[in-house]
């Protein structure tokens, strides 16, 4: 009998369930809407009904267990959420245990970019390697560590923020209380203000990839300001951790043309470690599905 397990990707706006078997093969995937507004005991009520009805569509396999990468500062011993802006709701709520309580299965609660490196490290760019670290460029910027192929946690589980390492001690205020984090210089957020501030409009990140394809000036300055403090945050943690894989995923990799010399640049000058060791730095392959795979390798990865 196959052993497979399930992965969830638990979002503000949507779950996504998806069965995996031990071989790194998605059997089956449902994909819900979550109305937060109806209260953590109800949303937990769906995330429930997804995992069954996944569950339900694999016959003849042994189910392991489940994994959720969900967004926000992960308590790992509690099986809580801390600190997210995305589900408020599921503040200090005991999360885990009443998903493994409903189902009566064990259930691994984890950060969603830490499952998209692991999901990456697994099944994506970083099959090879043992060490990566994964920067997903979004809104925010989240991220994930992979060290002798297992998440890199810290003592409570919130290790790998990398969106708010300091780029610019005097940059832009940021919702952590610090200044110039590298989310609030190099996120599609931040893209989307440098573009507001250079007199380009209202207008969004994908915009701004445009106007560079067509040449625009302003668009290509916003990208290697971009890239400049990417790369800054990223000789911070080439200088910390020497992995041989740096691997960038969401939705700003089109534009990777435009900002990626300024990146290089910065990331060669501020780390002796990059540039004197076959370091890279490159795309990650499995996009959203990334976190499905992550989530659903850690109970696979507990009971190898
Ligand atoms: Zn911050």
Not at 54 to 82: E, N, P, T, Y
Not at 138 to 154: A, C, K, Q
Not at 239 to 262: E, Q
Request: contains cysteine; glycine residues 14%; neutral net charge.
């Amino acid at each position: 009998m196959t052993e497979f397990s399930i992965g969830v990707d638990l979002g503000g706006t949507n779950l996504r369930a998806a069965a995996i078997d031990r071989a790194g093969k998605m059997i089956a995937k449902v994909s819900r809407t979550t109305v937060l507004t109806k209260g953590p005991d109800s949303v937990v009520g769906d995330i429930v009904a997804g995992i069954r009805a996944v569950q339900r569509s694999v016959k003849g396999h042994k189910l392991v267990g489940v994994g959720i990468g969900s967004a926000g500062f992960m308590d790992m011993q509690k099986g809580v959420i801390r600190g997210s802006p995305n589900l408020p709701i599921f503040e200090d709520y005991p999360i885990r245990d009443e998903i493994s309580r409903r189902l009566g299965l064990p259930v691994i609660l984890e950060n969603d970019a830490n499952a998209a490196a692991l999901g990456e490290k697994w099944m994506g760019a970083g099959k090879n390697y043992d060490d990566l670290v994964l920067l997903t460029l979004g809104t925010g910027i989240g991220g994930g560590i992979i060290v002798h192929g297992r998440i890199l946690h810290g003592f409570v589980g919130m290790a790998a923020e990398v969106g708010h390492i300091t780029v610019d001690p005097s940059g832009n205020p940021c919702g952590c209380g610090n200044n110039g984090c590298l989310e609030k210089h190099a996120s599609a957020t931040a893209v989307v203000c440098m573009a507001k501030l250079m007199g380009l409009g209202e207008v969004s990140a994908e915009d701004v990839f445009h106007l560079a394809e067509q040449g625009d000036e302003k668009a290509h300055v916003v990208w290697r300001h971009m890239g400049k403090h990417l790369g800054v945050g990223l000789a911070a943690l080439a200088n910390i951790f020497n992995c041989p894989l740096y691997l960038l995923s969401g939705g700003l990799l089109p534009a990777w043309d435009y900002f990626t010399p300024a990146m290089f640049e910065e990331l060669k000058r501020r780390s002796f470690i990059f540039r004197s060791t076959p370091s890279r730095v490159e795309k990650a392959v499995l996009g959203s599905e990334a976190g499905l795979y992550g989530a659903a390798y850690l109970p696979l990865q507990e009971q190898a």
